[in-house]
């Protein structure tokens, strides 16, 4: 019958196909689900049903092996970069001293002054950074890469995934992320968080949600913070934490203004460093505004359509406001 129908073949083959990814990546189907609409999928109705449920514990083990199979083959991309660079590259010569006049001594005493008051991050050129967030960290990212490498050698390592952030972690778990990528990249000196656009809503526990900004739900985004900070802390890579814009929306600018105050505290018990970005964008207060005025360029749009994401000019000013808490030796 089949053979006779060759569309139906095909069209059979790709129903099968799809049923077995639905099988076996259900929890990344509900994950997804719960993240973008905030509500239960449908799969999770045949939860109670054994056969299914093996194809989740099925697809999980799978999972599990794929990212090992990734750290390791990662790894041994790394040792194979290290051996050929080794081999191949030769070591600059060190420059001929130079015999330098000996300064006035109240000039270096002013110089040393001017260093200790520097309250800007002092990291060390060629030693890579992380750059880990939301889609608004990838907008950032791509105005940061260049000037860290053609200025200070510094590889802007990009971690950052769009539709991302730390209330639902069965969809991508920041907190093991970052550990993970801190472990892979043990000369990172810098962790530019910039994250939240997408955690204004309530977390899923179980069958049950918890409310946005309830007790409940505010202990558990803490420990998602402090689990970052800690992996940072553990090897004394600094933190740097971008603190959310206003937002177009008033339910939503609300609720960042609240995720703000859990990052300014929580970072600086942990030691980091939090900054605001609404000034960088032409705001002063809690309101939004799409556009700025610059001195050269006049009036100008900072952020798109959706009262979320920036322009290309708006990224281009927080780039420089990340910069401008950076200094190199």
């Known amino acids: 019958m089949l053979a006779a129908y060759p569309h139906r073949r095909i069209l ?38 054994s056969p299914w449920r093996e194809g989740g514990s099925l697809g999980g083990g799978l999972r599990r092996r794929s990212e090992a199979l ?8 790394r ?13 600059r010569p060190a420059p001929a001293a130079k015999v330098a006049a000996p300064k006035p001594q109240a000039s270096a005493a002013a110089a040393a002054a001017v260093k200790a008051v520097d309250s800007r991050l002092l990291l060390e050129e060629g030693l890579p950074v992380l750059l880990a967030g939301d889609s608004m960290m990838q907008g950032v990212a791509l105005h940061l890469l260049p000037p860290l490498f053609r200025q200070h050698q510094v590889k802007a390592i990009d971690i950052s995934k769009q539709s991302t952030g730390l209330t639902y972690p069965d969809f991508f778990n920041w907190p093991a ?37 309830s007790p409940d739900w505010e202990q558990r985004y803490r420990e998602r913070i402090r689990s970052i900070l800690a ?7 600094k933190v740097l934490w971008l603190g959310l814009p206003n937002m177009s929306r008033d339910k939503m600018n609300d609720g960042v203004h609240y995720l ?25 207060d809690d309101s939004f505004n799409k556009f700025m005025t610059l001195p050269d360029q006049g009036e100008v749009a900072v952020r798109t359509a959706d009262g979320v994401h920036f322009t290309r000019q708006g990224q281009l000013l927080l780039a420089r406001r990340v910069l401008a808490e950076l200094r190199f030796e």
């Not at 990546?25 to 049903?49: C, G, I």
């Not at 050929?84 to 070591?91: F, S």
């Not at 992996?231 to 890579?237: E, P």
């Open 177 to 213: 992320t970052v550990e993970r990528q801190l472990a892979a990249n043990p000369k990172a000196q810098l962790l530019v968080m910039f994250i939240g656009a997408n955690d204004t809503w309530d977390m899923v526990n179980g069958n049950h949600y918890i409310r946005f900004a």
């Open 12 to 49: 059979v083959i790709l129903l099968s196909c799809m049923l077995l990814l639905f099988w076996l990546e259900q929890a990344a189907v509900n994950a997804y689900w719960r993240q973008t609409f905030h509500a239960p999928s449908l799969l999770e109705r045949l939860d109670a049903l």
């Open 260 to 284: 703000n105050r859990l990052y300014r505290e929580e970072v600086a018990a942990g030691g980091g460093r939090f900054i605001s970005t609404r000034e960088a964008l032409g705001s002063q």
């Open 70 to 77: 990734q750290q390791q083959v990662g790894g041994w991309d």
């Open 79 to 91: 040792r194979m970069i290290d051996s050929l660079n080794a081999c191949c590259l030769k070591p």
């Open 231 to 237: 992996s940072a802390s553990k090897r004394k890579v």
